[in-house]
């Protein structure tokens, strides 16, 4: 449960796409993923507005569509969490 930290002179793109991945790689069943994110309240809104946006973008689906870049959960554990 590793923390990302965001501080106001952070290329807010490279943030947001730090966040997106470290959350989502593996599809969230990482040791270290970042699933606990601190920014910094001077960008917190664009922060949010900006990951917002780039989760929409983010296609789940079928493991082998190509589209796809979120599969299935490992096994109904991780789906129940």
């Known amino acids: 449960k590793s923390p990302l930290i965001v501080l106001p002179d952070a290329d807010l793109d490279q943030a947001v796409s730090a966040a997106h ?10 040791c270290c993923a970042s699933s606990r994110v601190f920014v910094h309240d001077e960008i917190y809104d664009k ?35």
């Open 21 to 30: 991945i470290g959350l989502f790689l593996n599809m969230g069943q990482c």
């Open 47 to 81: 922060f949010v507005a900006a990951a917002a946006t780039k989760a929409k973008e983010w296609k789940a689906g079928p493991q082998f569509e190509e589209s796809s870049l979120h599969g299935a959960q490992v096994d109904k554990i991780q789906f129940d969490k």
